[in-house]
């Protein structure tokens, strides 16, 4: 009897140990490693990436494996920043704990292949080569810059500016945009930017060169493109908009758009020749959903003194209607530490009370990471919540990503060594059909409220006021504007456009001059000037300048359109429509 027992007990054992041992079999490259070193570390880990080595192929990552196994064991990769549970993120890069412990496991082993036959066919990257397939398959159109710029082997860091010319004849609608840095290891990150009046290539010294700089001197809206990060970074996949027809998120490209592409460059310690390209993938669906891209920032508070470990700035806006948030893009320098963003919801009027609710939390901030990060699913904000931004720096010597040794003081600027506090978000209203100028309204009065003389937020105000068909307001925004910057043409022309909705031609006339003045090249501003002659009788003046926007550009529909009524029927009175 005992020696029944003895061996039922001795036969349990053996199966207990053998279902362990099953359970915890031994990870290999083939089963365990490479699917997770294909789909987190192989999108910057290929040939023509930033990274500095492959990891394709078995050989590759067991050259690495005590490397691979240190540095996900720390979390210093993959790179990805958001804490886990301040926001719901797609294609997180984050690797589980049971992910990471295969990793450790594997390597103390010895790095096993595994069945070779068994091993998954590596992801397939053509960026590196311009004539093979794109990463999202052949584009509709392809664009190259005019000619390469020549980073230097050393120095400060170098912003610089690539004009596209798409050359359209009819509007389009863009899905998708994939850019390729040309050379990604001296590439820090890109945006791509929407010049709809061409007035970026006054900048260049000459045709096709580019031009230098962060701010763009451009005359466009800033919420242009309508909505959508158009954004580059190492190891960055394109993002696809939905394209559906009650879904579109597309964007639009008119003839005459021109594309920049402003572009942080690195010197890597040798001359490098950078020439960038651009892919566009269009859709016969026209945009049906409508967001915007709105910012939150306290650059005026950042002075950061020398030593100092912890310097807050922050920003808060509330939001004018019921919105989803799609996505959020948060931005600082070196000294960066702890970013944080989160709404307020409001409260129970009869409770008084709130709920909170986090957008992204970053408590380790390294800039060469940083990211566009979209929401799994929309985040949810009724109106009248307040979207909070939260942002401390270090500036101390303990910050070993302070690149001044010692510690100076920092302010806000556009070069690596100076600072940003800036929070994107891709917010999208709900209800059906645009209702974007409601919340840009919001935005600019916004700005406002916190500086009071900003002509640029002055002249974007009084020119959502106008589309919103409050021609009188937006006339008292731009008369501020231009008391604060009396030379900008775009102010000046925006003038005239609302006295003329208000029938004031002969002062509207006046702002277009001087517009004209500062710029006499500006189409739009010539265009609406003849307008405004031709409703005071001035009809000759009107056609010659009318034939002026044509010289300049023969193919003007509206100009063609205009000088053809003028001419047939001289006496009929003219709508003050814009160029």
Known sequence: MNADKHRSAFICVYLWLAITSFARAAPTFAHDIAPIVYEKCAT????????????????????????IAAATRTGFMPPWLPEKGFGDFADERRLTSVQIEAISEWVHDGAPEGPVAEIPPPPSFTRSDPNEAWQLGKPDLVLEAGSSFELPASGRDIYWNFIFTPGLTARRWVRAVEIRPGQPRVVHHANLLVDRTGSAH?????????????????????????????????GNTPHIEP?????????????????????HLQPSGKQEEVRPSIGLYFTDQPQT???????????????????????????DFKLPLDADILAVYPHAHYLGKLLEAWATL??????????????????????????????????????????HMRY?????????????????????????????????????????GDHRRELQEAVMRHRLEKNPNDPVAHMNLGAILLSRLDPQAAVTELRTAARLEP????????????????NRNAEAISEFELALKARPDYASARFNLATAQAKLGRIDEAIQNLRQVLAANPDDPYAKQRLSELISNPSNPLPATSH
């Not at 879904?247 to 920049?260: E, F, I, M, T």
């Open 346 to 387: 409001p409260g129970d009027s009869h409770k008084g009370a709130s709920s909170k609710k986090w957008l992204v939390r970053i408590p380790n901030w390294d800039q060469n990471w940083q990211a566009v990060y979209y929401y799994r699913e929309p985040v949810f904000l009724p109106k009248d919540s307040v979207i």
């Open 289 to 315: 959903k409508f967001p915007l891209l709105v910012e939150l920032e306290d650059d005026e508070a950042l002075d950061i003194p020398a030593g100092v470990r912890d310097f807050p700035i922050s920003d």
């Open 44 to 67: 910057c880990h290929h040939p023509g990436e930033a990274a500095p080595f492959s990891l394709l192929t078995y050989p590759d990552v067991k050259k690495r494996a005590a490397q």
């Open 487 to 502: 030379n900008r043409p775009e102010v000046r022309n925006m003038l005239g456009l609302g006295l003329a909705t208000l």
């Open 202 to 234: 006054l900048q260049e010294a000459a045709p096709g060169k580019g031009f230098p700089g962060m701010d763009l001197v451009i005359t466009r809206s800033p919420f242009d493109p309508d909505g959508n990060f158009l954004f580059w970074k190492p």
């Open 392 to 432: 401390h720096y270090d500036n101390s010597a303990a910050n070993v990503r302070n690149p001044n040794h010692p510690p100076r003081r920092v302010r806000a600027g556009n070069q690596a060594t100076d600072e940003m506090g800036h929070l994107w978000l891709q917010i999208l209203p709900h209800g059906a």
């Open 243 to 263: 394209a559906q027809e009650s879904n579109s998120l597309a964007w639009r490209l008119d003839p005459g758009n021109q594309l920049v592409l402003n572009m």
